[in-house]
């Protein structure tokens, strides 16, 4: 299959087109439509390689959660009219990241190392080690950047600057929890440790809905429960399904997004791990078989499915 790096669509009633760094998204009324293409991105930057099927995992698994989880939070997905398709309800978006971490890991897990024990406002306790459960999770939020970096931010700055109104946050927070506490479970009945994720909200008819996508491995890790307790007790290193692989393969090279570091070229081998990987990744969580859909023209195949489902509407 030909991996997908970016659509160039021109749909009837387009109104606004947006590239992010893996989806591109398609205005049209007050619809968005999300195309997840095979770019992956670590370190803010995408990669110079797509990764077949990877979007259509994403996607897969995005509308698998945001299923599981209306009955929680009300959230923007209306239809998946494609593998890498999800049209949803067009939503003022929050310009912050909802990060929820049960486990010391990644990104606290190096803020940790460093020697801080404070992170986004949040005290860390003392005598942890990598990969250790935090007492409870920790909500750790971002700002959401249009271009770059997004930022470590704490609740109290948040509120200073008005990014969202107290309100609207203590929702998203409630959100942010009880989402995360089904997403444990849901990974329990699997094998599965949900160790940390994001959540991205936004704003329709004075409402707060869950945007975009839901403890996919682009926004989420995930460790093995088997052998857990074990490997944290012997210092090992823990099996994980995510892309934090990825990202150690670039550190490995060389690349961490730092100004005058050169991206590293990705091996055909690579590119084949990444595919697997997030296939497992989605045979694991959702405990379903991935299908992949070997169509000879993906594009075609993909704009066929966006104006069937778009002529249903009229």
């Not at 606290?108 to 860390?124: F, K, N």
């Not at 200073?160 to 998203?172: A, C, F, I, N, T």
């Not at 991206?263 to 405990?287: H, N, S």
Request: one cysteine or more; aromatic letters at 10%; proline letters at 5%.
């Amino acid at each position: 299959m030909t991996a997908i790096r970016e659509t160039n669509f021109h749909l009837p009633g387009q109104t606004a087109f947006y590239r992010g760094k893996v989806r591109d998204v398609y205005t049209v009324g007050d619809l968005l439509i999300m195309v997840a293409s095979d770019r992956i991105s670590a370190f803010d930057h995408v990669l110079p390689r797509p990764i077949p099927y990877k979007g259509a995992v994403l996607n897969q698994i995005a509308a698998y959660f945001l299923d599981a989880t209306r009955d929680i939070s009300p959230n923007w997905l209306i239809s998946n009219p494609d593998p890498n398709v999800a049209i949803g309800y067009r939503c003022e978006p929050v310009r912050v990241e909802m990060v929820i971490r049960g486990y010391l890991a990644g990104h606290a897990a190096r803020t940790y190392a460093s020697g801080l024990r404070e992170l986004c406002g949040v005290r860390l306790p003392e005598g942890m080690r990598e990969n250790d459960p935090f007492p409870e999770p920790i909500i750790t939020p971002t700002t959401k950047a249009e271009e770059g970096h997004d930022e470590d931010i704490s609740k109290e700055e948040i509120l200073k600057r008005g990014l969202v109104s107290r309100q609207d946050y203590e929702q998203m927070e409630a959100y942010t929890r009880a989402l995360f506490l089904r997403g444990a479970e849901m990974a329990a009945a699997q094998g599965l440790i949900l160790v940390d994720t994001k959540y991205e909200f936004g704003k329709k008819d004075g409402r707060i809905l869950l945007m975009d996508e839901i403890h996919t491995p682009d926004s989420s890790r995930y460790f093995y429960a088997e052998g857990y307790a074990e490997r944290q007790a012997r210092g090992e290193k823990q099996r994980q399904l995510s892309k934090e692989f990825v990202r150690e393969w670039l550190m490995a090279n060389g690349f961490q997004g730092k100004e005058g570091q050169r991206m590293p070229d990705m091996p055909d081998a690579f590119v084949q791990e990444i595919t697997d990987r997030y296939v497992e990744l989605y045979e694991k969580v959702t405990g379903k078989k991935f299908i992949k859909d070997e169509s000879e023209d993906v594009l075609d195949r993909i704009e066929r499915n966006i104006l069937k489902e778009l002529k249903k509407r009229d």
